[in-house]
């Protein structure tokens, strides 16, 4: 994972942008930023994990009358900026302001460096709403209506342009976390996550990740044990451990899945070292490599982690921030 999420590797790149255009500027800037990432990637780096237990809770503040009156003062793309940064400080309220506004910025926002460095630290939140929040801006970013026929535009032309297919994945992913197309939206993702071109695959797992079902789960396993490319494998690793929209409830669904990974002898050493730290983010549970010692620790005590998660905050989620 890395300096955003610590299983994985890949950036965010959307567009308003015609399609092929905004496929041709994700293509030249993936190498780089993909570089970047897994420079600063832990699990990489081999770093060690932090402690359980030891997460420090946000210092929630709130917006005040005075911040709201000069937000609403403002074009629509500082209201954006402005209170995707103050959700991303988890100041109360932003949220339900950016709720309330994002339908009428469709249209009238526009990329900048400052939006996607937000946006890349918004979707690594421990907060499920603030994340939420991510793609409800970027679909007003890129222009893209939540309805059935947006999702039709952009099947269509992922289907006769396969170029097209890694940012049609990456948006149509959150797309069905809106409510669009859910179903299709995951078979098609699912079809994509075993194309030939492994930045389809990348950004179908990216595409995934967004959904926030439980049906994913086993699209991430089947990945992260089969994928050729470890950059894909990787992904859908941290999609399990930490990315994406899944609950920790719903993380610990992949548990079982993950330690019998651990006893696969096909995996390579890298792999089954992301295996283990994928365990030890979704249970907090500070365990060895060794899946005798998991599987014990599941049997005893699994349901009870599951249960606890459950009754906590179902925002709540292992992020950067």
């Known amino acids: 994972m890395d300096n955003r999420d610590s299983l994985e590797i890949g950036g965010r790149r959307t ?42 809770a946000a210092d929630h503040s709130k917006l005040s009358e005075h911040n709201i009156e000069w937000m609403q003062t403002q074009a629509p793309q500082v209201e954006a900026e402005y209170l995707l940064s103050a959700a991303i400080n988890h100041d109360k309220g932003a949220t339900d302001w950016i709720n309330k506004l994002v339908d009428g910025w469709h249209g009238k926002l526009r990329r900048t460096q400052k939006w996607e460095d937000l946006q890349d630290t918004a979707l690594y939140s421990n907060d499920l709403r603030v994340r939420a929040a991510a793609i ?3 679909l007003a970013v890129t222009n893209l209506a939540k309805t ?32 669009v197309e859910k179903e299709r939206i995951h078979l098609l993702l699912v079809n994509y ?53 899944l609950t920790r409830e719903q993380r610990m669904k ?46 005893k005590f699994g349901v009870a982690r599951q249960q606890e998660f459950r009754q906590g905050d ?5 992020g950067n921030n």
């Open 15 to 56: 567009s308003r942008a015609p399609i092929a255009w905004a496929i041709l500027t994700l293509t030249v800037v993936l190498a780089g930023r993909m570089k970047a990432q897994q420079a600063a990637n832990p699990i990489a780096a081999g770093e060690q994990l932090p402690v359980p237990g030891k997460w420090v």
């Open 136 to 138: 409800e801006i970027n």
């Open 148 to 179: 059935d026929e947006t999702a039709d535009r952009l099947i269509r032309s992922a289907e006769s342009i396969p170029s097209n297919r890694p940012w049609a994945a990456w948006e149509l992913g959150m797309l069905a976390n809106r409510g």
């Open 193 to 245: 996550s075993h194309d030939p071109e492994q930045q389809t695959r990348f950004w179908a797992v990216e595409g995934l990740a967004h959904l926030g079902t439980d049906e994913t789960i086993k699209d991430f396993l089947d990945v992260f044990r089969g994928d050729v490319s470890m950059e894909v494998r990787e992904r859908a690793g941290c999609s399990l451990a930490k990315s994406g929209m």
């Open 254 to 299: 992949a548990v079982p899945g993950l330690i019998d990974l651990g006893d696969d002898d096909s995996l390579n050493e890298t792999t089954r070292n992301w295996v283990y730290q994928a365990l030890r983010e979704i249970t907090n549970e500070a365990l060895s490599n060794n899946s005798a010692a998991w599987r014990s620790w599941y049997a």
């Open 314 to 318: 179902s925002w709540a989620v292992v």
